[in-house]
Structure formats: structure tokens, C-alpha cells
């Protein structure tokens, strides 16, 4: 491939401490009441009463929106995995969008208090995404629309780029094959470009998916059937950037981001496969209010990030 697109060790750094960072702040939503930077051993106090909300799609679409942001921030971004909502929510608060709409979301510790503190919770943020975020429209667990509602939002405006990642589980939906023939009725000049982005995690809410089990050869095949280029990138950041280099090129690109179910979370929970798993779709420590083991599993998780190398209570975020 001709790759246009240099990225410094700087960059790196940049998207692996910004996707950190809303890793963090993504489990810190699905989990915590209380002591949320984690200044004080976690106790069954600082634990949600009742533990609502998905995270197995949720580092896949901080990968992919850091990595949006980073190459062309003019992208339009459309979330298939609506369910994946503390991701995108997290995303929205890092970038000073949702302070924009809500004045208690400040990027400082209160502005963190509010965001986790409230996910999920009586008078606060819903479990999905909803017309109460920024440029949401629908509610985020009526999975297969995305594509359509790129190719609509493309429609008769040759100035935009759309992205869109799809869930592998909503990719079998006959709303979402059916919107694969949209780029053969618009693609002409006066439409804006799609950029489809596929999350093949492998799992969806109880079991494997049926494209993560197709050969390599025939997910190729079963992209280029539909007219698109297929192109295949990791979660490395300097590989997603020459990927989005090279479908900048293309005229009908579609990326295959293949990534773990659940990857920086609990690798075994009571002797079951999390990560790399369906297990890790909704809550993978369920128990965690009520189970010595889960908790410290959740304390242990949550200190991997190391948030207090990209969050400082006097400077802010250092990302």
C-alpha cells in the first residue's frame, strides 16, 4: 500500500493515553458511586447499587473515535453500537462537547463526579445513547440503522465524510446488509463520502458472531461482493492511521477493525473466559457491590489505566 500519512512517537502517545483515558472513564461510569479517582482502596460504599450497561464493544469504539479524531476531526462519526453509550459519552466529555450542552460536565474532578456518578442512575444518563446527548437522534440499542443513516446523511452533500462503525453482531441484521448496496446508488459526485467501519470483536450478547467465524478469505470476499474495498487494521494506533490514510484514497473503502471482545478488562471472572468472550458484552463483575473478589478484580481494572498519569486534580487533563 502507499500510505500518505506519517505518525510520530508523539501521536502514539497522544491516542494511547487518550483512549486510556476514556477507558477509565468509560468503567468508572458503568461502576462508581463514589471515589472516583480511586484516592482511597475501593469499598462495596463506592459501588453502584445496581449495575447497568455494556462494556465488551466499549474500548473498540474509544480506539476508533480517538483514532477519527485524530486523523480528520471534520469527520461526521455515527455509532452503530449504541448499547456501547459510556464510550461515546466519555469521548463527548473528553473533547469539551458535552460541557457544551450540559454546564456540570466540566473536565475537572466535578466534572467527573458528574459524568460517572450519574451513568445509568435515577435523573441521569440513560444506559444507551439518546436523543439527550449531543446529535443523537435515535436510542442507541435499535441496532442496523447506522449505515443507512450515513449514506442519508452523505445524501446530496459531497462536502461530508461520514464514519461509521458497526457493531459484528448488528452486521447481521438485514437492515445493515441491506444498507451495504447504498454505496453503488451513492456514489456519485454529489454525495459526501462513507467510511464503514466494521468492530469484529468476534461475541455478541450470547455468543460468537457469524462473520468472526468466516475464513479471513471469505469476510475479503463477502466485502468486495458488495462493491467496497476491504482494508484490516488492529488497534495500533500507528496502523489505524495508515489505514484511514489509505481509504481516504478509495472510493468506496471499508475498514476491518479486528479487535477483542471486552480487551483491558477482566481477563477470568469465577473461573469463566471474560475478555475475548460474550461474557464480557454487558457487566462483567456483576457481583461487584456484593463480592470481595469482584471488587478487588474491578479495583485492580480500573488501576491499569493509571489515571492519575493523565488526570490531575490542579492542571487537568494531560493527554
Known sequence: MNYQVGISF???????????????????????????????????????????????????INVVYANLKHFDSSFQFILGPGHGFPALQANLFLDGELEKVDHRATRDLDGIKYLCKNFSFPG???SHSSPLTPTVITEG???????????????????????????D????????????????????????KVLPILSLNGYKISGPTVFARKSEHEQMETIRGFGFTPLVVDDDPEKFQYILAEAKTLQAPFIIFKNEKGHTGPLEVSGNKVAGNYLAHQIPLPLAKSDDEQLHLLEDWLKSYHFEELFDQQKGFDL
Open 10 to 60: 508523539a501521536d502514539t502517545d497522544h491516542l494511547r493515553r487518550r483512549i486510556r483515558a476514556a477507558d477509565y472513564l468509560t468503567v468508572a461510569q458503568l461502576f462508581l458511586l463514589d471515589n472516583f479517582l480511586l484516592e482511597k482502596p475501593l469499598s462495596p460504599t463506592d459501588i453502584k447499587p445496581r449495575l447497568l450497561g455494556h462494556w465488551g464493544t466499549c474500548h473498540g
Open 169 to 192: 453482531g448488528e452486521f447481521e441484521t438485514g437492515t445493515a446488509l441491506a444498507s451495504m448496496n447504498l454505496n453503488k446508488l451513492l456514489g456519485g459526485d454529489g454525495n459526501g
Open 141 to 167: 440499542g435499535e441496532l442496523g440503522y447506522a449505515l443507512g443513516a450515513a449514506y442519508g446523511s452523505a445524501l446530496g452533500h459531497p462536502e461530508k465524510s461520514v464514519a461509521v462503525l458497526l457493531g
Open 124 to 126: 441521569g444518563f440513560p
